[in-house]
């Protein structure tokens, strides 16, 4: 649990606490719809992320049970993140940010095709989306 504000039960608050920043929406789209699971691979996300602060948002993901460290069975200095399930149920929510972001920005780079079947089978979309990413992680 967040440690900051525990005695405020808003749920607002407390999305905000576990994933209401910039830095730790983008490392979840990576994660979620990029395939990405390491930290070489999320270090080249377009945004332009600093190292200690991709750092810092794995630790505090891991921390609020958004992401799972692992190290490489083959190679142990290898560690490679995976999504939980707490995690993978955010997908509609980074879905609903980026149908909104689709309306008031006309120059969004979000995907036509994606967006065009969140909006038509957003129920089979979502589930295609977990599956994927439970697919990678295995």
Known sequence: MPSSKLNNKCPIDYALEVFGDRWTLLVLRDLMLSGKRHYRELMTSKEGIATNILASRLQKMETDGLIIRKQNS??????????????????????????????????TAA???????????PQQLIAELKDAARTRQT
Request: aromatic share 12%; hydrophobic share 40%.
């Open 111 to 121: 995907p036509p095709e994606l967006m065009r079947r969140f909006n038509e089978e």
């Open 74 to 107: 083959e190679d142990k200095r290898q560690i490679f993140y995976e999504l939980t399930e707490k995690a993978l149920d955010l997908i509609p929510v980074l879905l609903e940010i980026s149908r909104w972001s689709v309306i008031y920005d006309k120059d």
